[in-house]
């Protein structure tokens, strides 16, 4: 994994708010792995587990139960074969959460616009956000701005 940070199970918990038993479990289920031993039986865990991790716990808000989210890692990593594509699509799929995120805040508020209040928004969003919050909000089953 080239030149990547490595860490301690301790050190790994405190970065990532998870307990070590936590990160044991993990492991134990494939979720995680430790990138190598130590002669004294250490394992250490790499940058990629630590964000990784953070995937898992954000997947676990999202309700997506420990099975859904070992599918979807597993699938995930069937796709970046590459190191220089994961990081690139592992950024793009948080940015894309805290998108889905934010639009399920907003929601009720553009719910609540007048007709013509919503064709104003229109004007002042760029064509591509208008269309982000569009795609967002059809993902999310819900009926873009009338």
């Known amino acids: 994994m080239g030149n990547s940070k490595l860490y301690k199970i301790g050190e790994l918990a405190r970065?990532?708010?998870?307990?070590?038993?936590?990160?044991?479990?993990?492991?134990?289920?494939?979720?995680?792995?430790?990138?190598?031993?130590?002669?004294?039986?250490?394992?250490?865990?790499?940058?990629?587990?630590?964000?990784?991790?953070?995937?898992?716990?954000?997947?676990?808000?999202?309700?997506?139960?420990?099975?859904?989210?070992?599918?979807?890692?597993?699938?995930?990593e069937k796709v970046c074969h590459n190191e220089h594509m994961a990081d690139r699509l592992n950024t793009l799929q948080l940015h894309l959460h805290q998108l889905e995120k934010e639009v399920k805040e907003i929601h009720p508020m553009i719910e609540q616009l007048k007709p013509t209040q919503a064709k104003n928004l229109y004007k002042v969003l760029t064509p591509h956000g208008v269309a982000v919050i569009e795609a967002l909000l059809l993902l999310l089953g819900k009926n873009p701005f009338m």
């Not at 993990?26 to 394992?43: A, F, H, M, Q, V």
């Not at 954000?58 to 597993?74: C, G, Q, V």
């Open 15 to 76: 970065l990532s708010a998870v307990s070590p038993r936590t990160i044991d479990y993990y492991t134990k289920l494939g979720l995680i792995r430790p990138e190598k031993r130590s002669d004294s039986n250490y394992r250490y865990y790499s940058d990629e587990t630590l964000h990784r991790l953070k995937r898992i716990e954000m997947l676990k808000r999202e309700k997506y139960t420990l099975e859904e989210i070992k599918a979807s890692l597993d699938q995930w």
